[in-house]
C-alpha cells in the first residue's frame, strides 16, 4: 500500500488516543482538520526530533518523551504535540492502533495533548519513522548565558539506561524511564537552577562538551564508577568501551548556583545524582582526570560500537 493511511481509519484512533486534554487546545486533531489552535498565554518552547530506529509499536511513544524532555530542560511544561508517521509500504494496517496506544500512553505521562499530524505509507522507509514536535509553555527562564563560573553542575538519573534497554531488545515497562519529567519537576522547584540539559547520544561525555563548549567555561568532573550500572560496567570491561559515552535518555546535567539547595532537592526526593564539580574560567575539561577532548567528545555513541562487537 502507498499514500495516506484511511482517513476513517485514523480518524477513529484520533478519537481514541489523544493523550491529556489540555485547556490550552482550542481546535485539535479531533475533526481532522490540517492544523491546530493552541492559546499559550506565554512563551512558546518548541522541540522536534524523528525517532528512526525503535519497535514498531514504542516508536510514536519515544517520540513524545524525547521531544518532551527537551521541553522541559529548557523551563517548560509540554501541552501540545504533532505526530508524522511515516510507514513502510508492507506495514500491517492493524498494527497502526498500536502505535497510538504508545503515542497516548506517552502523552498522558508528560500531560500534553496530540492536536494533529500526518500519516502515510511510503517506500522511502523500510521500518517506521516518527517525527515529533512538541510545544510547551516556559515556566522557568533557564539557559547557557545565565551560566557563570564558579556554579555547580550536578548529574542526576542513571547513566546509560536508556542504552541498556535497547541491547535488552525491548523497553518494556521501562519505557517511562526515557523521560526527564521526574527529575526536571524537582529541579525546575529549585530558585537557584540555571541551566539544565538532557544526555541523549554521546552520553555523560558529550553532555558535558556541550555545556563547556558552549560557555567556555571549565570543569574538572568526577564520576565514581560506582555510581554506573553493574551491568553496565561489565558490558564496558569486556567489549572495551566507553561506558561515560552512551545514549542516556532520562538523565540531565543539572546547573545551579546553591549546591547545598539541589543536593537537598534530590536527596529529599529519593533521585539518584552524582554532584560533577564548579564550572571554572579554565575552558579546560576533563572527567575522572582525563581530558574531554581525549575522549572523542563529538564521535559516534559507544552504543553504535557495542552493538557491533556483540
Known amino acids: 500500500?502507498?499514500?495516506?493511511?484511511p482517513v476513517s481509519y485514523i480518524g477513529d484512533l484520533v478519537e481514541r488516543f489523544y493523550g491529556k486534554?489540555?485547556?490550552?487546545?482550542?481546535?485539535?486533531?479531533?475533526?481532522?482538520?490540517?492544523?491546530?489552535?493552541?492559546?499559550?498565554?506565554?512563551?512558546?518552547?518548541?522541540?522536534?526530533?524523528?525517532?528512526?530506529?525503535?519497535?514498531?509499536?514504542?516508536?510514536?511513544?519515544?517520540?513524545?518523551?524525547?521531544?518532551?524532555?527537551?521541553?522541559r530542560v529548557a523551563g517548560g511544561e509540554p501541552v501540545a504535540f504533532l505526530a508524522v508517521l511515516l510507514l513502510p509500504t508492507n506495514f500491517p494496517q492493524k498494527d497502526i492502533e498500536g502505535m497510538f496506544e504508545h503515542l497516548h500512553e506517552g502523552l498522558d505521562y508528560e500531560?500534553?495533548?496530540?492536536?494533529?499530524?500526518?500519516?502515510?505509507?511510503t517506500s522511502a522507509v523500510t521500518k517506521p519513522v516518527v517525527v515529533g514536535t512538541m510545544f510547551g509553555k516556559r515556566i522557568r527562564v533557564l539557559g547557557k548565558d545565565l551560566v557563570r563560573p564558579g556554579q555547580h553542575v550536578f548529574f542526576a538519573g542513571t547513566l546509560g539506561r536508556e542504552a541498556m534497554m535497547i541491547l535488552r531488545g525491548s523497553y518494556g515497562d521501562d519505557i517511562l524511564k526515557v523521560s526527564v519529567k521526574p527529575i526536571m519537576d524537582v529541579a525546575l522547584n529549585v530558585p537557584s537552577l540555571v541551566f539544565a540539559h538532557d544526555l541523549t547520544e554521546g552520553g555523560l561525555v558529550a553532555g558535558l562538551w556541550e555545556l563547556t563548549r558552549g560557555t567556555s567555561l571549565g570543569i574538572e568532573a568526577s564520576f565514581p564508577e560506582s555510581y554506573l550500572d553493574q551491568e553496565l560496567i561489565q558490558l564496558s570491561r569486556r567489549f572495551q568501551f566507553n561506558p561515560y559515552k552512551i545514549i542516556s535518555s532520562g538523565s540531565v546535567l543539572l546547573v545551579c548556583e546553591n549546591e547545598r539547595e539541589m543536593r537537598e532537592k534530590l536527596e529529599e526526593e529519593h533521585l539518584p545524582f552524582v554532584y560533577l564539580g564548579q564550572l571554572h574560567k579554565n575552558s579546560v575539561t576533563s572527567l575522572n582526570g582525563v581530558p574531554l577532548g581525549d575522549l572523542d567528545p563529538e564521535g559516534p555513541d559507544e552504543l553504535w560500537t557495542l552493538q557491533k562487537r556483540v
Open 21 to 71: 486534554r489540555r485547556q490550552e487546545v482550542l481546535i485539535d486533531a479531533s475533526n481532522l482538520t490540517d492544523s491546530a489552535v493552541v492559546d499559550l498565554d506565554a512563551p512558546m518552547v518548541v522541540s522536534t526530533d524523528p525517532i528512526t530506529g525503535a519497535d514498531n509499536h514504542v516508536v510514536t511513544q519515544l517520540a513524545v518523551h524525547i521531544n518532551a524532555n527537551d521541553v
Open 1 to 5: 500500500m502507498e499514500g495516506k493511511v
Open 111 to 121: 500531560n500534553a495533548q496530540l492536536v494533529g499530524g500526518h500519516s502515510e505509507f
